[in-house]
């Protein structure tokens, strides 16, 4: 009833100070988001259109088509319009909801986008809670054992795996391990068709493209734990801490790594994003039916429509997952809902 009753020309209440300075930073946030998903749009049509090489020369090399079939051809698939008039038509078929039919698949570029994105989605996830329970638990190890063996070969094993490209390493587990695991696609195609058989087969399958973007990945959340974690030791709660008995493990435990945690959480939203658009590399080398190899497979040709469509999703999942992070962090650090 206060709150109410509060007289004209008072501050308002803290309450409700909170309540629409989280609304402003939510909507200031979900703005500079859609301006990014405009940007994107533009970019994405502009981009694919000044690669070298002319779609339908790849689509009729090697068969005798003459050049009023060629014209035909490029009518067909607008081609022969003016740019601005080009864009046009992507805006419209982009805000139905419609990316165009492929060249080279002759399907509808959503449909091909809906088939590869699962097999994206289970490496990224996978890989992504591996590397980021890897890099926790090395940064964590390695800040409570500053300056130690370990530290300095965990440190130095993650900057030499983090520099390597990621093709290289890629081809390098290839060699190495002779065979051992599949060196491409998702299944056998004599596999039976039962959901263990499958699921055994896929997690076969796995292995490789897994352990690379692991070793490739996981370096960020380490270096991040460890830096934080060795900030936070010098913190005067943890002095309050062992000076009331507590062991190390147990102000490690209670104390630290929970606090430590906060820049490495919102980290594994800022590049979650990333790394699914990263996994074009890693998809490409190991034949993995996914988003990535899809889009090595569309510059090939060049298949505009579908270069358009996984270059929207894949950055897309970039913008996404920032936003989510921005949102997040709010929620998790007391000294961004103060400012």
Do not use: C
Not at 158 to 164: C, G, K, Q, V
Not at 249 to 265: G, I, S
Not at 290 to 316: H, N, S
């Amino acid at each position: 009833m206060s709150d109410v009753l509060a007289p004209t020309g008072e501050p308002p209440p803290a309450r409700a100070r909170r309540g629409g300075g989280a609304a402003r930073y939510a909507l200031n946030k979900v703005g500079g988001a859609l301006l990014s998903v405009a940007m994107i749009v533009v970019l994405g049509f502009l981009l694919f259109r000044a690669l070298p090489g002319d779609p339908v020369q790849t689509m009729t090399r090697g068969r005798p088509v003459s050049a009023e079939q060629i014209a035909e051809l490029q009518a067909r698939l607008g081609l022969d319009r003016p740019l601005p008039e080009q864009f046009l038509r992507y805006l419209g078929g982009l805000l139905r909801g419609d990316l165009g039919v492929s060249y080279t698949f002759n399907v509808p570029v959503t449909q091909k986008i809906g088939e590869r994105i699962g097999p994206t989605l289970l490496l990224v996830g996978v890989g992504t809670v591996l590397a980021v329970a890897l890099g926790l638990w090395l940064g964590a190890r390695s800040a409570w054992r500053r300056g130690s063996r370990f530290d300095k070969a965990a440190t130095g094993i993650a900057l030499t795996l983090w520099s390597a490209p990621t093709f290289w390493l890629g081809l390098l587990l290839l060699s190495a391990t002779g065979g051992l695991f599949p060196s491409g696609g998702i299944t056998y195609p004599d596999t039976p068709p039962d959901f263990l058989s499958q699921a055994l087969d896929t997690a076969h399958h796995m292995v490789l493209p897994v352990l690379t973007l692991v070793a490739v990945v996981y370096a960020q959340y380490q270096l991040v734990m460890r830096s934080s974690l060795v900030e936070e030791m010098t913190a005067d709660h943890l002095l309050t801490a062992r000076a009331k008995g507590l062991r190390d493990d147990q102000v490690r435990r209670r104390h630290a790594v929970p606090n430590a945690l906060l820049p490495t959480v919102t980290l594994v939203f800022l590049h979650l994003g990333l790394v699914v658009s990263g996994a074009i590399t890693v998809e490409t080398v190991f034949s993995w039916p996914g988003l990535g190899l899809l889009t090595y497979e569309a510059l090939r040709g060049p298949d505009l429509p579908l270069l358009q469509g996984t270059f929207i999703v894949l950055a897309g999942a970039v913008v996404v997952m920032n936003l989510a992070a921005d949102l997040l962090y709010r929620v998790l650090d007391p000294r961004v809902r103060a400012s």
